[in-house]
């Protein structure tokens, strides 16, 4: 068997599949050079934002199954990290990119490992503690943070041959920029999911005790998820702050982490496809819902409840499940087939 055939064999399923992502890739990156209008593109940038919250959330929550109800606390690790970095120190926006994804981690590694040993209810209720407590810290930090005041700090600029070009309020180098991250993190995610460390999730989400028995370490798979899910919400944060200009507490509040949360269930728990479905629905069909102002919220709402009611599993959630629930000598067959097409094509 040459190596087209082998490759054509490990791609059998998945040709169609990466045919689509390469051409819904291509229609996002024409969006801009179509449609010029900043509100149209801000609102996907704001898209893209949330959609790298959830999918950090989808980490936590959907593959090892945590319940975290704070996860504004790691977004607001990330903005903040900037926020001080520049307005106090003057370091510029993409050197404290991976400070802020650190400060993000190592918050995700303290509330980690505070409440690994903690489930269900429990779980929710510490989590939502902790991110009330950084909220309401970020406030009454008045000398260091600004209080409620937030503090003010730059946007991003790059070199050019003419000098320094800054992005400014301009919706365009924010979409790419944005669409840029989300790729990263989207590559990130599906990396994971595939690796020993997305499986011992799933093993530890569906059945602690027997994934324990296994020789999991169900405790610093935890504490792992939580940190490499705060991470990728620092990184949000560190594009919400540098496009804004602006942080305040009042942008962490319980309600960016419900919004969170209701995206990944609505999407699917466990789908990476579902993670950007839900945040784009539930951040573009709002603005959508603009005209009819005085119901937009009822309509809003009645949305999601027959959705919940009809498709508990979320829009794509039965899509995960269902390639699960396939015959075992199909689904290793085909992970065969495309290991083997990696091989030959590195």
């Known amino acids: 068997m040459s190596s087209g055939d082998v490759e054509n064999l490990g791609t059998g399923r998945a040709g169609p599949l990466r045919a689509g992502w390469a051409a819904l890739c291509l229609l996002l990156l024409a969006i801009p050079l179509v449609d010029r209008n900043d509100y149209h593109l801000d609102t996907l ?3 893209g934002i949330f959609a790298i919250l959830v999918l950090g959330l989808n980490v936590i929550t959907g593959w090892c199954g945590l319940l975290n109800l704070g996860h504004s606390a790691f977004f607001a690790a990330g903005a903040y990290a900037y926020a001080l970095l520049n307005a106090r120190l003057g370091l510029p926006f993409w050197v404290c990119l ?21 489930r269900g209810d429990y779980l929710a209720l510490v989590t939502l503690g902790c991110g009330e407590i950084v909220r309401i810290a970020l406030t009454n930090l008045d000398r260091v943070t600004g209080g409620p005041n937030g503090l003010i700090v730059a946007h991003p600029a790059v070199a050019v041959p003419w000098g320094r070009w800054e992005f400014g309020i301009r919706s365009v180098p924010y979409y790419y920029l944005t669409l840029a991250a989300v790729w990263l993190t989207v590559s ?7 690796s020993g460390f997305g499986r011992a999730w799933t093993a530890v989400k569906e059945d602690e005790v027997a994934a324990s028995c296994t020789g999991i370490n169900a405790a610093s798979l935890k504490v792992l998820a939580f940190v490499i899910g705060a991470a990728m919400a620092g990184l949000a944060g560190w594009l919400f702050a540098g496009k804004q200009g602006f942080v305040s507490p009042e942008s962490f509040d319980f ?3 419900i919004m969170v949360v209701s995206m990944l269930v609505l999407g ?13 629905a539930l951040t573009i069909v709002p603005e959508l819902l603009r005209p009819v102002q005085e119901y937009r919220m009822f309509l809003f709402g009645a949305v999601l409840i027959v959705m919940m009611l009809f498709r508990p599993q979320g829009l794509l959630g039965g899509v995960r499940l269902a390639q699960e629930m396939r015959p075992e000598t199909e689904r290793v067959r085909q992970e065969e087939d495309e290991t083997l097409a ?3 094509r590195t």
């Open 188 to 194: 990130i995610s599906a990396r994971l999911e595939r």
């Open 45 to 47: 940038v704001n898209t």
């Open 342 to 344: 990696e091989d030959v």
């Open 255 to 257: 309600v960016t982490s």
């Open 268 to 280: 699917g728990l466990g789908s990476i496809g579902g993670a950007l479905v839900g945040a784009a």
């Open 98 to 118: 991976p400070a802020s994804t650190a400060a993000a981690a190592l918050l995700g590694l303290a509330i980690g490992s505070c409440v690994f040993r903690l």
